[in-house]
């Protein structure tokens, strides 16, 4: 038997506990059957007894197996939480949204020195690419010198357009560099589509829930959201944007199709294809929020909206904000037929992103640094879910649903219909824990009682003494 892959970046024994979880989850070990000895399964997968070991605290972390003294490991029995549900959106209208407020609070409670911050999802700094980058801006300096300190084109430094490009025609799609309009972050691609394709008044469908961010855009730009049903394991249902087409006067649409920000879903690439057609046969626009698609668990990346479209209907904003550099703030667009007038706005608005961040970007993709960094930071975000998934069965009540993401750095949870995310927002934060109500990821203010916490994050004792207290107060409530 060979489980074992020495060509990847994955450590030996995280493809130790991927071996065994897949295992249980196949119903192959159960609960209460003993684990392989580890000098057993060393011996059976030529590696060391202490990469064994390893590996079985690991799955004792996650709470998949226990130890037992003088006897050895044992498969745990799992608390099985209910699958999630779409929530209904037969009856919804557009609605204007009113969540500044709260997202307010939200982002003091982020920033305060010493809070646990659950509350902000920021995959890259699991594990952070500090050096790298480090590195990549070192030889820039070297070399460009008082160049990285001038100002960029407006529509972003070529070499990072020609990085950018070449990226989409490893994912098997056309894109030239000229189409690419570098951005203040993936915020600004946004804002910059909406104001391109929409006006004040006009009705923008989201998912439910939806990222609160691009709430905030549309309650600043003065437009209405209108919720359409999401599944929490294939991302949106065609079925209910067709019901939402015939029933109102749609805009345009601003869907996370790769990746949902709080589900963390993914829509299945023929469903996407599905889409793009349904909605260029009404002209609708989509814009297509992409800055997750890299951070696929299993190492997949879903092919972008665009690659289906046949009318430049699609709009695409990207960003490495989440993958690798947050405070680089530097993403882009790809407008389509949109393209001149996402320009025009972009000149107006910010007349250019940071030079530097640019180029030191350009060296980093360029030297292959990027996908390395990528690759490595996949499994350690999949292992944090799996630790903060198995905590909160420990700690929270049985009643509890969690999400199962196919990649990101956040949970979804519904927690039982007595608590009230919004007090326990202010409770956690009372104690230095910072959350995202469920409240902020619907424009009507539904889901009062989820809430969304943030597993990107260097994995440490004091993260599991908050996830613990937590379910305290969840308890208490």
């Not at 990549?136 to 084109?153: D, F, L």
């Amino acid at each position: 038997m060979s489980t074992i892959d020495r060509n990847t970046s994955n450590y030996l024994y995280q493809q130790v506990t991927g071996f065994i979880s897949d295992q249980i989850l196949a119903g192959v070990l159960r609960p209460g059957d003993r684990l392989p000895s580890l000098r057993h399964l060393s011996k059976r997968l030529s590696i060391s007894v202490p990469t064994v070991r390893q590996a079985y605290v690991e799955l004792e972390r996650q709470g998949r197996v226990e130890s037992r003294p003088q006897s050895g490991f044992y498969v745990r029995q799992q608390a099985r939480n209910a699958l999630m549900k779409p929530a209904s959106c037969r009856n919804c209208k557009p609605a204007p949204v009113r969540c500044r407020s709260l997202i307010d609070r939200v982002y003091e409670g982020i920033h305060t020195p010493g809070v646990v911050p659950f509350g902000i999802a920021n995959p890259s700094m699991a594990k952070p690419a500090a050096k790298g980058l480090n590195r990549a801006m070192k030889r820039i300096m070297g070399r460009a010198e008082e160049r990285s300190i001038g100002y960029a084109p407006s529509d972003g430094e070529p070499a990072l357009r020609r990085q950018i490009a070449y990226r989409y025609l490893e994912l098997g799609g056309r894109v030239e560099p000229d189409e690419v309009v570098v951005t203040n972050g993936g915020q600004e691609a946004l804002t910059l589509a909406l104001m391109a394709v929409a006006e004040k008044g006009d009705v923008i469908a989201v998912e439910t829930p939806t990222y609160h961010g691009a709430l905030e855009l549309i309650e600043s730009l003065g437009m209405l959201a209108l919720e359409i049903e999401t599944c929490p394991e294939e991302g949106l249902m065609l079925c209910s944007l067709q019901d939402a087409i015939r029933r109102h006067d749609i805009k345009a649409c601003l869907f996370a199709s790769s990746l949902n920000n709080p589900l963390g879903s993914a829509t299945p690439d023929e469903h996407r294809q599905e889409l793009v057609a349904l909605l260029e046969a009404h002209d609708i626009p989509l814009i297509e929020d992409d800055v997750y698609g890299d951070l696929m668990f299993d190492g997949s990346r879903p092919s972008p909206a665009r690659f289906y479209s046949d009318k430049g209907l699609v709009l695409t904003a990207g960003s490495f904000s989440k993958t690798v550099a947050p405070g680089y703030r530097v993403g882009w667009l790809l407008a389509g037929r949109f393209e001149q007038r996402v320009r025009t706005l972009k000149r107006a608005f910010s007349c250019s992103c940071g030079l530097l961040q640019q180029m030191t970007l350009s060296e980093y993709l360029a030297s292959g640094e990027y996908d390395r960094h990528i690759r490595a930071l996949r499994p350690v975000l999949k292992c944090n879910a799996e630790r903060m998934a198995a905590l909160i069965g420990q700690h929270f009540p049985q009643e509890t649903r969690v999400s199962r993401p196919q990649g990101g750095s956040v949970l979804w949870l519904e927690l039982p219909r007595t608590v009230d995310g919004g007090r326990l927002f202010d409770r956690a934060l009372e104690e230095n824990i910072s959350t995202c109500p469920g409240m902020l990821y619907s424009p009507t203010r539904r889901y009062r009682n989820f809430m969304r916490l943030s597993f990107g994050h260097p994995w440490s004792d004091e993260i599991e003494a908050a996830i613990h207290r937590l379910g305290q107060m969840v308890r208490s409530d």
